[in-house]
Nanobody, 114 residues
Framework: QVQLVESGGGLVQAGGSLRLSCVASGIIFSMNTMGWYRQAPGKQRELVAR???????NYADSVKGRFTISRDNRRNTVYLQMNSLKPEDTGVYYCNAMRDTTYWGRGTQVTVSS
C-alpha cells in the first residue's frame, strides 16, 4: 500500500520559515518524481515545486528564490524548505509522487499571518 505522509506545517508569521517533510512508503522512491502542491481556500491546487529522480527541480514563479525542494532517497523523504513566507503562501500543502501512477498525501496546513 502506497502512503505519503506530510508533516511540518503550522502557523507562522510573515517573513518566517517552515520545513515540510513527506515520507513515502510502498513505492520505489528513488525512481519517482516528487512534488509539492498547495491549495488555498477557494482556489485550485497548484504546483509549488518538483524534483525528478535525477534531482532536476522546477518551481512556481511565486516561490522562486524563497522555497527549496530536496530529497533524501535513503530516507524515502522529500523536503520543502520555505523561507520568507508570505500570507499568500497559506494553504494545504500536498506531497505528490509520480512515475507510472500518481499518488497524493493527505496534506498539511500552512498558515502565514500578516
Amino acid at each position: 500500500q502506497v502512503q505519503l505522509v506530510e508533516s511540518g506545517g503550522g502557523l507562522v508569521q510573515a517573513g518566517g520559515s517552515l520545513r515540510l517533510s513527506c515520507v513515502a512508503s510502498g513505492i520505489i522512491f528513488s525512481m519517482n518524481t516528487m512534488g509539492w502542491y498547495r491549495q488555498a481556500p477557494g482556489k485550485q491546487r497548484e504546483l509549488v515545486a518538483r524534483i525528478t529522480s535525477g534531482r532536476n527541480t522546477n518551481y512556481a514563479d511565486s516561490v522562486k528564490g524563497r522555497f527549496t525542494i530536496s530529497r533524501d532517497n535513503r530516507r524515502n523523504t522529500v523536503y520543502l524548505q520555505m523561507n520568507s513566507l508570505k500570507p499568500e503562501d497559506t494553504g494545504v500543502y500536498y506531497c505528490n509522487a509520480m512515475r507510472d501512477t500518481t499518488y497524493w498525501g493527505r496534506g498539511t496546513q500552512v498558515t502565514v499571518s500578516s
